[in-house]
């Protein structure tokens, strides 16, 4: 039998950020927390998941530009929880762009409507 992988566990750094995150989405959007796929997230209260946390990462889905942007981000890569599957639509971010996290999840969260 085959071994599932392993997705990498939130830390409790990286919940804090989170934490930070939808406290200051939710002062803006109807966004709410979540789980997706055993990860931590983020999406519209009702509505589709546009970021997560993994590990310390965070991961946001993206289209166009936004994406583009995203992934020129040093360390930011498209999301592969399974190797050799990647999300295409979702980049990972590292925590060194954290100041940048906010902004994204505002356009990941915008992006639902494309």
């Known amino acids: ?41 983020i999406r519209r209260r009702g509505g589709k998941t546009f970021a997560g946390l993994y590990g310390e ?3 946001f889905k993206l289209n166009g530009d936004a ?4 992934l020129a981000l040093a360390g930011a890569h498209l999301f592969e929880p ?3 599957r990647p999300m295409k639509q979702w980049v990972e971010v590292p925590p060194a762009h954290r100041g940048q996290w906010l902004e994204l999840a505002r356009l990941a969260e915008a992006g639902l409507d494309d």
């Open 1 to 41: 039998m085959t071994e599932a992988p392993k997705m990498a566990k939130a830390s409790d750094k990286g919940k804090a950020y989170l934490d930070e995150l939808a406290e200051d989405l939710c002062a803006a959007a109807d966004v709410q927390r979540s789980v997706m796929f055993g990860m931590p997230s």
């Open 57 to 59: 990462d965070m991961v």
């Open 67 to 70: 994406h583009a942007e995203a």
């Open 82 to 84: 399974m190797a050799g």
